[in-house]
């Protein structure tokens, strides 16, 4: 295994190949479809407007940049463009406008220079910073669930990820207003959902009149105080990429303290279990996609400290995304459209585990394309 140094390790490149020939094949039926789970071997299609939409098109964005296969850019397009009856629709957006318009107008824009991308990215921008609380310095993370549901003070992990659309629109607009948001909701996460042995809560809820801290909330780990894999996974990645686009360390040091947190529970094959803190009678399902997300956040850590320190990030990095590669991918299965199996989306509510899940795949792309070192990142 090749794992010092920045060269390319030798399983790669057919690493990359096989991703692309799978997602080939898989766009003959998923088309401008939005996958999510993979369960009895084909990704079920969702509604546009469940946040997992911006995935799929991304990952076609992504391999389109290095094959110009025009399918897959067609695809891609037409799956922004299927988006904008959610973003006119209004209703139904929530924090989730950062995954799912920085992985389509924002990547067409980049790619493209596409003006209605552009646009439409900017819409989204304008949407998550109507989120943001003031008293509480945090982006309001859903809508009311059911009638009489109230969660305007809720805030969630996840949504790290989504402060890179605000970036975006700061540096292409000139105007300052969204990354200020983007910077209050990050200095939030580091006071209150990181804990000090670089841990995560999922779920903080605010008093939204006040702003001032309740409680913390279970989501979609096991409990409340447990440490939630993918959660832990989007801190460690959208606190780097807070620093990428700031230059505060205040950033990086937490990002850092979380990725240490990660890497002391990874199990013998480097891919995390779904919760890193499970009472034992509790079966230790995998969750690959968390696998997917920390790699390419530790490839992005390991470009962003020093010589002395960067095996640190990048050595584990290469570890998880070999064992996706070897122990967890689909590539040759006829009966399986998922590339990386063994994701768990939410086990609390027994829903889709031990399956693949598309960001699961979106992200093992992500990794391989850091690796290479080549193609654009979406969230820079
Ligand atoms: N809600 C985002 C996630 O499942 O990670």
């Known amino acids: 295994m090749e794992t010092t140094g920045t060269k390319r390790p030798d399983w790669v490149e057919e690493a990359w190949s096989k991703a692309k020939e799978k997602t080939l094949r898989n766009l003959v039926r998923i088309g401008d479809g939005f996958p999510h789970a993979s369960v009895g071997g084909a990704y079920a299609l969702e509604e546009p407007h469940w946040w997992t939409a911006g995935f799929w098109p991304g990952m076609l964005w992504q391999l389109y940049e290095e094959s110009r296969e025009e399918k897959l850019r067609e695809a891609a397009a037409s799956c922004e463009a299927r988006l904008d009856e959610v973003l006119d629709g209004y209703d139904r957006l929530d924090h989730d406008l950062g995954f799912m318009w920085t992985l389509t107008s924002v990547a067409s824009y980049k790619l493209r220079q596409d003006g209605a991308s552009r646009r439409r990215a900017l819409k989204a921008a304008n949407y998550l910073t109507a989120r943001f609380n003031l008293r509480g310095r945090y982006i309001r993370a859903w809508n009311p669930w059911f009638e009489g549901d109230d969660n305007a003070g809720w805030a969630i992990i996840d949504c790290a990820m989504n402060a890179p659309l605000l970036y975006w629109a700061s540096r292409e607009t000139g105007d300052p207003r969204y990354r200020h948001v983007a910077e209050a909701h990050m200095d939030t996460v580091l006071e209150h959902f990181i804990r000090p042995d670089g841990s995560v809560y999922h779920i ?8 001032q801290r309740v409680q913390a909330r279970g989501g979609q780990g096991y409990a409340a105080e447990s440490a939630w894999s993918r959660g832990t996974a989007w801190a460690l990645y959208g606190l780097a990429l807070s620093y990428h686009h700031t230059g505060n360390p205040a950033y ?26 499970l009472p034992p009678d509790v079966k230790k399902h995998r969750d690959s996609s968390a696998g997917a997300i920390a790699a390419s956040g530790l490839l ?22 070999e064992s996706l590669y070897r122990n967890y991918g689909a ?16 086990y609390p509510e027994g829903k889709n585990v031990g399956v693949p899940l598309i960001y699961g795949d979106f992200f093992f792309v992500e990794g391989l394309a850091r690796l290479r070192g080549e193609g654009t990142i979406f969230w820079e």
């Open 300 to 321: 992005l850590l390991a470009d962003q400290v020093g010589p002395l320190e960067a095996h640190v990030y990048r050595e584990p990095a290469v570890r998880i995304l």
């Open 204 to 211: 903080v809820e605010f008093d939204p009149a006040s702003g």
């Open 252 to 277: 990086l040091n937490g990002s850092k303290r979380v990725a240490h947190f990660l890497l002391s529970n990874l199990p013998d094959d480097h891919v995390p279990h779904w919760d890193f803190r």
């Open 331 to 346: 590539w040759d299965r006829a009966d399986e459209e998922g590339l990386i199996v063994e994701g768990t989306s939410h």
